[in-house]
């Protein structure tokens, strides 16, 4: 088994916080080197210093998306934070109802990892709307850096124990069964949703048309706080006045910082 440095640990920590903003820190030194030993022996390198000089120089960008796909952790379920997505029916919905005036609902799901968020979204959109949905343009844009995982989302294929949390009128109306062991989501529902390789550090998003919603959950936690207040930033001026973002439990914004206003606990608005 290869050994990391703490010098070559801090090479590849310095390149990944850069290009992607995740912020790992020395604890996560033998997870990186855990997740990364089949890397580096597959392509026979014997040490560190010689893999990151790899992903340096490699033009294809491959080099750099195995490593994503390696160190994200991308853990996910449907309806997970529950309360959130029951605030998106009860509120959000409504609100879009009576204020879209072409009848346009634009969400991103900013870090959607295996695709169970916005099909969570899509299917409460759907069960919203009812028989008035086929009026309105509801597609949803769900973002990862990982190919590793919206390969997963774009089958939209889960298994038994994946979709145990969903009410059991939403098992019978937007999924089938293939086996004992698997449910595939229609595709009416899977083609709510538009699947894009996105990376959040990206100095410019390139949305012509600002969201009423942003879901951007658990994403932030491996942020460093200059690094999350540049991206919040991001999200409020890709946003429309009165629209909602959606933050993890597990993260919170400086109301003295940010120009969202507090809503409740990991909602915010910008008014």
């Not at 000089?53 to 960008?61: A, H």
């Not at 996105?198 to 100095?203: A, K, P, Q, T």
Request: aromatic residues 16%.
């Amino acid at each position: 088994m290869l050994t990391i440095t703490d010098k070559e640990f801090k090479q590849l920590a310095a390149y990944i916080k850069e290009n992607y903003g995740i912020n790992l820190r020395e604890e996560k030194k033998a997870l990186v080197s855990g997740r990364l030993q089949n890397v580096l022996t597959n392509n026979n390198f014997s040490n560190y210093s010689d893999y990151v000089k790899y992903i340096l120089e490699d033009k294809t960008g491959t080099a750099a998306a195995t490593l994503v796909n390696k160190i994200t952790t991308n853990l996910t379920f449907f309806m997970r934070e529950a309360d959130h997505f029951s605030y998106f029916k009860a509120k959000v919905l409504p609100y879009i109802k009576t204020t879209g005036k072409d009848k346009d609902i634009r969400i991103w799901s900013a870090g959607c990892s295996s695709g169970e968020e916005p099909y969570t979204l899509a299917m409460l959109i759907d069960e919203f709307f009812g028989k008035e949905k086929a009026l309105w343009d509801s597609k949803i844009l769900a973002t990862d850096i990982s190919d590793k995982v919206l390969d997963i989302a774009k089958k939209g294929i889960y298994s038994n124990e994946g979709i145990e949390r969903l009410p059991s009128s939403w098992k019978f109306n937007y999924f089938y069964k293939i086996d004992n062991e698997r449910f595939a989501l229609l595709d009416r529902i899977k083609k709510e949703v538009i699947f894009r390789k996105f990376n959040l550090m990206d100095e410019i998003f390139p949305f012509k048309r600002k969201f009423q919603v942003i879901f951007c959950r658990n994403v932030m936690i491996y942020f460093d706080e200059q690094t999350k207040r540049r991206l919040v930033d991001k999200f409020y001026d890709s946003m429309e006045y009165g629209g909602f973002l959606f933050i993890g439990h597990s993260e919170s914004l400086n109301r003295q910082e940010t120009r969202f206003k507090y809503v409740m606990p990991a909602i915010y608005r910008k008014e």
